[in-house]
């Protein structure tokens, strides 16, 4: 029983689709968040949300829009994909306040064509 | 300047090796420290908190120096399977932003 589970694990896409990454958490936190890793490995916060309210966003390209049905699931919808999303996204959880460490997804893959 | 710097690296050190990292982060208002492990293609996964005092978790020592805003971690007795790239992890007061340092590439060989 996975705690944070996204999916897909891989996407393939070309330039110009829009595609989701989907991610659930079952740990009750109430916290979630994205992050992009690019090729350089640097690990970049996109969004947060607490209880299903956006609370960071990091100036991010208005072509990403993350989505949170509720506070177990937390979606990111990508329009016009460019080369330059091709990174793993991250989702993440946590209880509450950032004193508490984060729990990570095994993140998606994705590779623009 | 980025908001967490850490040594770059790679550290190359034989099995049995300590090896130490450091971490210094800019906002003085950082609440949270935290150093996590990342395996090739696997996501981070948190390693040990660290806090004021100082703590140890086995093989494990972590270090916070508020007034300098540093933060170390030592490996003793370093062991093959500790070769991955470790992360040092800053939350800023407020809770809901934590910033990733670019990570140290950690080889450890036989």
């Known amino acids: 029983d996975t705690a944070v589970s996204q999916t897909p694990k891989y996407l393939v896409t070309q330039m110009g689709n829009d595609k989701s990454i989907k991610c659930e958490q079952n740990?009750?936190?109430?916290?979630m968040y994205w992050y992009k890793q690019d090729s350089k490995k640097f690990l970049k916060i996109m969004f947060s949300?607490?209880?299903?309210?956006?609370?960071i966003n990091e100036t991010v390209p208005n072509r990403f829009s993350p989505k949170s049905p509720d506070k177990a699931h937390l979606n990111l919808h990508i329009n016009s994909l460019e080369l330059g999303d091709s990174a793993v996204y991250f989702c993440?959880?946590?209880?509450?306040?950032?004193?508490?460490?984060?729990?990570f997804g095994n993140g998606t893959r994705l590779t623009v064509t | 300047r980025k908001e967490v710097e850490q040594d770059p690296g790679p550290f190359n050190v034989p099995e049995g090796a300590t090896v130490a990292f450091n971490c210094t982060y800019s906002?003085?208002?950082?609440?949270?420290f935290f150093w996590y492990r990342q395996d090739c293609r696997k996501e981070p996964k948190l390693l040990m908190s660290?806090?004021?005092s100082g703590n140890e978790d086995g093989r494990f020592t972590a270090q916070l120096n508020r007034a300098s805003q540093y933060i170390s971690l030592l490996i003793r007795d370093s062991k093959l399977s500790d070769s991955a790239t470790y992360l040092c992890?800053?939350?800023?007061?407020?809770?809901?932003?934590?910033?990733f340092g670019a990570g140290t590439r950690l080889f450890v060989k036989a």
């Open positions: 906002n003085s208002a950082s609440q949270s």
């Open positions: 740990l009750g936190h109430d916290t």
């Open positions: 992890v800053v939350t800023r007061a407020g809770g809901f932003k934590t910033i």
């Open positions: 949300y607490n209880n299903k309210e956006l609370i």
């Open positions: 993440a959880s946590s209880p509450g306040q950032g004193n508490s460490p984060l729990h």
């Open positions: 660290v806090y004021s």
